[in-house]
């Protein structure tokens, strides 16, 4: 299994500091010196006042946060979960993941969905209720563009009119296109697009918040990915070669049955067909989020059962 660090900026209780360059810096190098395998940041270009009071956070764009990343790092990779495609025209989207992939030397692995808060999109002057059919056509566009840029991609309220010249991104044919969400239609976009899936495993009343189909525990999302590898060995793709990403709970690390516990769940959900996990680290300060990833790296990423060779 591979781990993810969520930037600690994305916790709602995030100690002031973390937007900081220096800050940035020192996480991100000691994620990377920590055997985590990627860094990541969600998108929320204009979230509200009531949504940041009920447990939302600060934010950063992804794109412009990831390129900083990058340029302090050398190998780790740096994930977009989630990069939110209604939001935008699909070539200002596949040229900024393009971009990304390019500055960083191949190293974007593009999370991309739907969005699910309303007050967003009407700030953004984007149809809510659209989000889907948007999801879908800008998945397809993006898709065509980085598999044959020099083709002229249109939609319902956009279109090229003649041969472009974009430039590829390093990866080919394309980066990895991780597609979040956990009812039939995104299981539908990954087999028909994606290299990943990043469902969410949580209680019902969470889910719901997410404006997704819930899945509540490793048994359901193990019958999730049952399905998921049967839709995909029908259209002629090779189940095991498919990403799969879940959340990683919080642990206290100096509590050894909760560290215990918690290799077992990973281990529970790696043999439900999870690749992937994505990590929160303490952010009650920059020597706090410093701390706790050089200790999850050394008490967890570590461990034999997670290595096919120990670092």
């Given amino acids: 299994m591979k781990f993810t660090l969520e930037y600690p900026v994305e916790s709602p209780t995030a100690a002031d500091g973390f937007l900081h360059p220096e800050a940035i810096r020192q996480v991100c190098q000691q994620a990377e010196a920590s055997w985590f395998s990627a860094l990541a940041l969600s998108e929320h270009p204009a979230p509200s006042a009531k ?36 939001f935008r025209n699909p070539y ?6 393009s971009s990304l992939d390019l500055v960083s030397g191949g190293r974007l692995i593009a999370g991309v969905g739907a969005g699910y808060l309303r007050s967003e999109f009407a700030a953004l002057g984007v149809d809510f209720d659209r989000r889907a059919e948007l999801l879908d056509e800008a998945l397809a566009a993006l898709w065509s563009i980085w598999m044959d840029p020099e083709i002229p991609v249109s939609g319902r309220a956009f279109g090229a009119v003649d041969e472009l010249w974009l430039q590829r991104p390093v990866q080919r044919p394309h980066p990895p296109l991780w597609i979040g969400g956990n009812g039939r239609a995104a299981i539908r976009r990954v087999v028909e697009y994606g290299t ?38 029908a259209a002629g793709r090779d189940p095991n070669k498919l990403d799969i990403q879940i959340l990683c709970p919080e642990v206290d690390l100096d509590d050894e049955p909760a560290v215990r516990r918690t290799r077992d769940m990973l281990d529970e959900l790696a043999g439900y067909g999870a690749t992937w996990a994505v990590v929160h680290a303490d952010g009650s300060s920059l020597d706090a989020a410093v701390d ?17 060779e120990a670092p």
């Fill in 51 to 86: 949504w940041r009071r009920r447990g939302g956070h600060d934010t950063l764009d992804p794109i412009a946060a990831l390129g900083f990343m990058a340029g302090v790092t050398s190998t780790i990779r740096l994930l977009t979960n989630l990069y939110v495609l209604p």
């Fill in 92 to 97: 200002l989207s596949a040229k900024a993941l």
């Fill in 196 to 233: 990943g899936w990043m469902p969410v495993i949580s209680p019902p009343e969470y889910a719901a918040s997410m404006r997704t189909v819930a899945i509540s525990d490793a048994r359901q999302f193990g019958s999730a990915v049952d399905t998921l590898r049967g839709r995909l060995d």
């Fill in 292 to 308: 706790y990833i050089k200790a999850f790296g050394e008490t967890i990423i570590a461990q034999p059962r997670f290595q096919t």
